[in-house]
């Protein structure tokens, strides 16, 4: 029955793959908080309108990937693709502008409809951060260590590179843009139809295609870096520079766009080999037109996104859930003795697992099962005589314990 399978592109996240997205998650907003940023989470949908301003009519998301819908009540609505419109969206509409600088972080599902492959969904979800209100090339220094080192953190810092460019500001973009037109308008039959029509649109977009052919075109079109006005080289130097100083590895790569209007300076991107051919694992960059685009004051705004999909994939091992204590009654006339137990235990901060039926072995199997650390075994005899067995069912080895000094012995479980 086809409206019982999951929707093609997204997924169950089950216990194991959720300990590894939470792995990710916790351990980026641990080092995000340690930046000083704020957690944030804007609606997952939101007007259509804001991702079309922010992302631009002519980008492969709103041709393309999103979902959009008639709401009942008329309104047009898309299922984010992304987090930064929303958080622009907020800036703006709350009022936020009065407070900058701004550090926010958020998490969470995005929706694009694209061909789903490995590492590539239609629901996935996305660690980001965004830095508002601040125009210095100490920004872009500040998100991309703060980048490595979540990376570093997850233990993927050694096969992921950092790989970044500079998309100068107007003045140098307007001078590459046409020189780049001028170069690919020449071998235009040569390109893909995508390209074509990207070519009339945002040629800029064009360096960005994964097409073979398009690949061979662009290997001699003309640099950015040759066109930046000396105020972007000295901007893009300054960064670089910086990651210098902190001793952060990256490769400088020409190709690197993104193709909307209002991205400017750094671009940046976590790619690895690892993955297959989704190899970005967190994409960036510095976004100082977006929010006077979308209505707000002229605000400067840096920042990135990671796919946890992508990260979970790459990361070795998620810590494992915490080992649960077992309480095994034998016979049923401990049962209630057991669950009462068992529920102290969890008040008192222990992880307590219980059986819910079955004779000893049976429950000793379950215990196993759960990688149980201990097993608290209470009879009725022992209730009477207000003991419990508690074995360590790593070394086998088992004492008699009397109830009353119960918390103190498992306090080291905790
Ligand atoms: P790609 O080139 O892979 O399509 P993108 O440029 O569309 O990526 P961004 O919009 O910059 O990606 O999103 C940031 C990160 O989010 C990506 O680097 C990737 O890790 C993740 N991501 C993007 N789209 C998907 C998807 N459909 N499924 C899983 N992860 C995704
Ligand atoms: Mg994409």
Redesign the pocket.
Request: no cysteine.
């Given at each position: 029955m086809r409206s019982l399978q999951p929707v093609r592109?997204t997924h169950d996240i089950l216990p194991e793959q959720s300990l590894r997205h939470r792995h990710v998650t916790e351990t980026a907003r641990t080092i995000a908080g340690q930046y000083g940023y704020a957690e944030v989470a804007t609606p997952i949908f939101e007007f259509t309108e804001v991702f079309k301003r922010t992302l631009g009519d002519a980008s492969?998301?709103v041709t393309k990937?999103m979902y959009t819908f008639e709401s009942r009540s008329g309104e047009e609505i898309t299922l984010r693709?992304?987090g930064t419109a929303g958080i622009v969206r907020a800036l703006i509409s709350g009022g936020l502008g009065q407070n900058l600088p701004l550090k926010f972080f958020y998490q969470g599902p995005?929706f694009?409809h694209?061909r789903?492959q490995k590492?590539?969904?239609?629901q996935?979800?996305?660690f980001?951060v965004e830095l508002l209100g601040v125009g210095a090339p100490l920004g872009d220094i500040e998100v991309i260590a703060m980048a490595a080192q979540i990376l570093d953190a997850l233990g993927v810092g050694e096969s992921t590179t950092l790989e970044i460019n500079s998309l100068g500001d107007p003045q140098s973009r307007k001078a590459y843009r046409d020189v780049l037109l001028g170069y690919l308008s020449d071998l235009k039959d040569k390109l893909s139809e995508d390209s074509r029509n990207r070519l009339a649109v945002n040629p800029l977009r064009v360096l960005?295609s994964?097409d073979e052919g398009d690949k061979r075109v662009l290997a001699d079109a003309p640099l950015f870096s040759d066109y930046l006005t000396g105020e972007a080289a000295e901007f893009f130097s300054a960064v670089t520079a910086g990651l210098d100083e902190l001793g952060i590895a990256y490769a400088l790569n020409p190709k690197l766009v993104?193709g909307l209007d209002y991205y400017c300076h750094t671009a940046f991107?976590?790619t690895t080999e690892a993955l297959g051919a989704?190899?970005?694992?967190?994409?960036?960059g510095r976004y100082d037109g977006l929010v006077s685009a979308m209505g707000g004051a002229e605000t400067p705004g840096v920042g990135?996104?990671?796919?946890?999909?992508?990260?979970a994939m790459l990361i070795a091992d998620a810590p494992g859930a915490q080992r649960p204590i077992a309480v095994v009654p034998v016979g049923g006339g401990a049962e209630t003795a057991a669950f009462n137990l068992a529920q102290e235990l969890r008040r008192d901060g222990f992880t307590v697992d219980i059986g819910y039926g079955g004779n000893l072995s049976r429950r000793m199997k379950r215990a196993n099962k759960l990688r149980a650390r201990l097993a608290v075994i209470l009879g009725e005899d022992e209730i009477r005589a207000g003991t419990v067995t508690v074995r360590d069912l790593d070394t086998g080895e088992q004492e008699e314990v009397a109830l009353r000094g119960l918390r103190d012995h498992l306090a080291p479980w905790r």
């Open positions: 592109g492969d998301i990937e693709p992304e995005m694009r694209e789903p590492g590539r969904l239609r996935f979800h996305q980001g960005d994964k993104r991107e976590f989704q190899g970005t694992v967190l994409a960036g990135w996104a990671a796919g946890i999909e992508r990260l």
